[in-house]
């Protein structure tokens, strides 16, 4: 018989009660450090005591009240995110894949209404991942998201990840609206684009006119160091996809755009009842007061540092599980000589969270701002699931 939950999930076999900071209590009573943070959404950890108050004092106030009015909360939070970044404008929604959706829709009008209706074309990478919306699935273009939900939303075009003379070919073509990255690929085994790669594709985007979509939905909002992703490439972006930690762990998302990119984007062509809610707004304006803070974002990067001191030292201390460490700020891949799932499992035994992704690698996402001695801790509790997992083997 069908369980009730509709079986899309493989589901470790653990419920938490309580979260607090980077910890997760089971129901059992187990604790685990939590090293997947949601998968990179409790960006600032679990019952964040500012977080906890925003969402609070505005469940207090007003809940919803739809896209036909102001809202205060996510004027503000509008304004925070153009203030810190290349955009002009935003759109919020209550998922990534509904801003992939808005970004390519957005990337489409912008020519259509340039008098280009040709150029629907969106160029992505293989391991890329963008959501399940059928959008989404088909920017992805892998067999393991798209067999069987046929047919596919046509105009993507899907190129090697690194595979520089075919996407400069690719660019070439007058029916190609967008080239959309991410710059730290996140499901597809924690793969950075070199800076030089992302500033690559910024000059290809404007020697053809093709606007440039950067899917920052899980390597935004502080993950890497900085507040997003792309700052450490020098470069920006047309349109940017947001979600995971902006909402810090509760469901918030968004697109932000320039003027030029965003100017289809008129009055009843997009929409969303929810998206841009108040309870969403407060809770992503309480992130951006925290993480867009310059000190904060240093912190972020001397922890991160710190974490991949510790983790190139557990690496060669474990050469027959781990092969090396990737990754950006305290978005981090351990790469897996032994089955990256059984690691994890194992990780579970000895108190930590930590997220699988493709290319046999382990995610290590773990809340921003977490301690020096929870990473050491976390370490620690890694070199014990190593330990395990090669006696194991
Ligand atoms: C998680 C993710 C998405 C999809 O976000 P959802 O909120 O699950 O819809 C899109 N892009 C990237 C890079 C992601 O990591």
């Known amino acids: 018989m069908i369980p009730t939950i509709l079986p899309t999930y493989n589901r470790a076999p653990m419920a938490f009660q309580k979260g607090e900071g980077a910890w997760l209590t089971a129901t059992d009573g187990r604790r685990f450090l939590d090293f997947g943070a949601g ?5 600032l950890g679990h019952a964040n005591p500012a977080l906890v108050k925003a969402l609070t004092d505005q469940a207090q106030a007003v809940w919803h009240v739809s896209n036909l009015y102001q809202i205060p ?3 503000r939070l509008a304004d925070q995110l153009v203030e810190h970044t290349f955009a002009d404008t935003v759109f919020f929604t209550n998922s990534g894949t509904e801003a992939c ?3 390519v829709k957005m990337a489409r009008k912008h ?3 340039a008098g280009q209706p ?3 074309d969106i160029i992505t990478f293989a391991g890329s991942f963008h959501g399940r919306s059928s959008a989404g699935i088909a920017a992805a273009g892998s067999e393991k998201m798209t067999k069987g939900f046929g047919p596919l939303l046509p105009g993507f075009v899907h190129l090697d990840f690194g595979d520089h003379d075919a996407l400069t070919e690719a660019a070439k073509f007058p029916t190609v609206a967008a080239i959309l990255i991410e710059p730290v690929q996140g499901e597809g085994g924690i793969r950075p684009v070199p800076d030089q790669c992302l500033k690559g594709l910024r000059d290809l ?3 053809h006119g093709i606007l440039l979509i950067f899917d920052e939905v899980q390597c935004g909002v502080g993950r890497t160091g900085k507040l997003f992703a792309h700052e450490w490439a020098g470069i920006t972006p047309d349109i940017m996809m947001v979600a995971k930690g902006i909402g810090g762990g509760f469901p918030l998302g968004a697109v932000l755009a320039t003027e030029r990119a965003a100017n289809g984007m008129t009055a009843g062509t997009h929409g969303s009842t929810y998206g841009g809610n108040p309870l969403g707004c407060a809770v992503g304006n309480a992130v951006m007061d925290i993480v867009a803070d310059p ?3 240093a912190e972020v990067n001397r922890k991160a540092g710190l974490l991949r001191q510790k983790l190139e030292g557990l ?3 474990h050469p027959d599980v781990f092969t090396g460490v990737r990754g950006s700020g305290l978005m981090l891949g351990l790469m897996c000589k032994a089955t990256n799932t059984d690691i994890v499992k194992a990780g579970y035994d000895a108190g930590i969270l930590t997220v699988p992704a493709a290319d046999n690698v382990i995610r290590l996402l773990p809340p921003l701002n977490l301690t020096d001695n929870e990473i050491v801790k976390a370490v620690d509790l890694l070199d014990q699931a190593a330990e395990q997992v090669a006696s194991d083997g």
């Open 118 to 120: 040709e150029r629907t």
């Open 315 to 317: 690496v060669a201390a």
């Open 39 to 43: 998968i990179a959404v409790n960006s």
């Open 111 to 113: 020519f259509y209404d």
């Open 295 to 297: 000190a904060f974002l």
């Open 205 to 207: 985007a404007d020697e």
């Open 73 to 75: 909360a996510q004027k």
């Open 101 to 103: 959706e808005l970004a």
